[in-house]
């Protein structure tokens, strides 16, 4: 079993925040459920909305050619891809935590 993104927690607060879904949705939210056809509020205009939202909470962009279906096959997927460009984008001493 993949170890869970610590980016995780926060991923499934966007998803639900960004999608509108109701509060007692959010515990079934795990890195396993399929983004497409696991949340059915999920569509192509949808998507967009979700990317905007995590590139605002995170500080990121998503370039048009990270946009593939792999990022957005599960919920833990796309807190991986998150963790990627976030850790992409900050020194190294501060990923190690060698920087408060």
Do not use: H, K
């Amino acid at each position: 079993m993949q170890a869970v993104s610590p980016y995780f927690p926060e991923v499934r607060n966007v998803i639900v925040e960004a999608l509108g879904l109701e509060e007692s949705r959010r515990a079934a939210l795990m890195p396993d459920v399929p983004l497409f056809g696991g949340i059915p509020e999920l569509d192509s205009f949808a998507v967009l909305t979700l990317v905007m939202a995590l590139e605002e909470r995170f500080g990121f962009t998503v370039d048009d050619s990270d946009f593939t279906a792999e990022i957005f096959d599960t919920v833990g997927s796309l807190s991986d891809f998150v963790e990627q460009n976030c850790s992409a984008r900050q020194p190294t001493a501060i990923r190690e935590g060698r920087v408060a």
